[in-house]
């Protein structure tokens, strides 16, 4: 079965950067996500990749994606305070209907 | 804001109990999909469901059902409530069923507290 994992804390000094990482099992796993998650909040989705691509830049978010040890990162440059939130890695894979499989998560403190 | 609601907001049901929980998808999203969150954990995947019928299911009892509306809007029944089912639901929208890359916007959520 599908298993995503994910450190579960992170604290890091506004204006470094942060790297939350993230492994998972699936193989056939074809679109691995980025959710960020403020209190009371739902889901907000941040960015996404494709499995045959090892990594993807948007302004301050870098991804990047091992598919031979199925690791996945995000990398946050320029930490800022509204960046701290609970960060989930999540994959699909095909098969007929969108299951998304969240990891348990990582929560980001960012220190004024 | 991503076009998506769900009511109510928060809900506190006694064990045994039945609840309802309601879901409007973003314009024109004919997909939708439900997740139960419990405290501290990710969202799991219930089910999904297309154009009105169940069309995949996550390791949940069939106390867990589910319904969607011509209008795409969709209702999460659970029966016989167990304290266990105390967590956020949250419903997501998209459009095609099985495209993995296409966005699911996701509501804020439901807070079910059972008692």
């Known amino acids: 079965g599908e298993d995503v994992e994910q450190s579960l804390f992170l604290s890091v000094r506004e204006g470094d950067s942060s790297v939350i990482n993230c492994t998972y099992t699936d193989s056939s796993s074809t679109y691995l996500y980025w959710y960020k998650q403020e209190p009371g909040a739902g889901l907000q989705l941040l960015t996404y990749?494709?499995?045959?691509?090892d990594m993807k830049q948007d302004q301050r978010l870098t991804v990047l994606l091992n598919k031979k040890d199925k690791h996945l990162s995000l990398r946050i440059a320029d930490t800022q305070t509204g960046d701290s939130a609970i960060y989930f890695c999540?994959?699909?894979?095909?098969?007929?209907?969108?299951?998304?499989?969240f990891g348990t998560g990582t929560k980001l403190q960012v220190i004024p | 804001e991503t076009g998506v609601t769900q009511s109510p907001t928060h809900l506190i049901k006694t064990r045994g109990q039945q609840v309802t929980l309601r879901c409007s998808s973003q314009?024109?999203?004919?997909?939708v999909s439900w997740y139960q969150q419990a405290l501290g954990q990710g969202p799991q995947f219930i089910f999904q469901?297309?154009?009105?019928?169940?069309?995949g299911r996550g390791n949940f009892p069939p106390r867990f059902s589910g319904l969607q509306f011509p209008n795409y809007s969709s209702e999460l029944n659970v029966n016989a409530l167990e304290l266990d089912d105390s967590a956020l639901y949250l419903c997501a929208s998209s459009l095609g069923q099985g495209a993995a890359n296409t966005e699911a916007f996701f509501g804020q959520g439901t807070r079910l507290t059972v008692v």
């Open positions: 314009s024109g999203h004919n997909t």
């Open positions: 469901y297309y154009r009105e019928e169940e069309n």
């Open positions: 999540a994959e699909t894979s095909s098969g007929g209907y969108q299951k998304v499989t």
């Open positions: 990749i494709f499995s045959n691509m």
